[in-house]
């Protein structure tokens, strides 16, 4: 075996190293330390309003931003059954951001437009 043989198979296995090296990276970054409560911070809604029903993807911080999405073509409220906590109106195909209360607990809401639809957000 020659000498000039021996350097291409170290280039060959640093290349793979580096290649998977930097695969590992690149997944680091992408993944999401958090796993606690949801809120605008993650990028994504943390309610969702579609065929006039709610989606509320989880709990929330106390005095997060809560994301709110209307994937509807129409316009939806969040309003807190209370009637102070929070109130907000969102047009189709709109987003709109809501404040969590900043006392612990599950707080209910509905739709002022669609008797239907109700749901509960869970501050922690």
């Known amino acids: ?12 296995r640093l290349a793979l190293v580096l290649a998977v090296v930097l695969a590992l990276t690149a997944l ?25 029903a709610f989606n509320v993807a989880g709990p929330v911080k106390a005095g997060a931003t809560v994301d709110i999405k209307n994937n509807d073509p129409f316009t939806h409220t969040v309003t807190s059954d209370d009637g102070t906590s929070f109130n907000v109106s969102v047009d189709g195909g709109k987003t709109a951001t809501i404040t969590a209360p ?21 501050v922690q």
């Open 102 to 122: 900043s006392k612990p607990g599950t707080y209910k809401f509905h739709c002022n437009i669609h008797s239907n639809m109700h749901a509960t957000l869970i």
């Open 28 to 52: 680091a970054a992408c993944s999401s330390s958090s796993k606690s409560g949801s809120s605008s911070s993650s990028g994504s809604p943390v309610i969702t309003m579609q065929n006039t």
């Open 1 to 12: 075996m020659s000498m000039l043989n021996e350097p291409r198979p170290r280039r060959t």
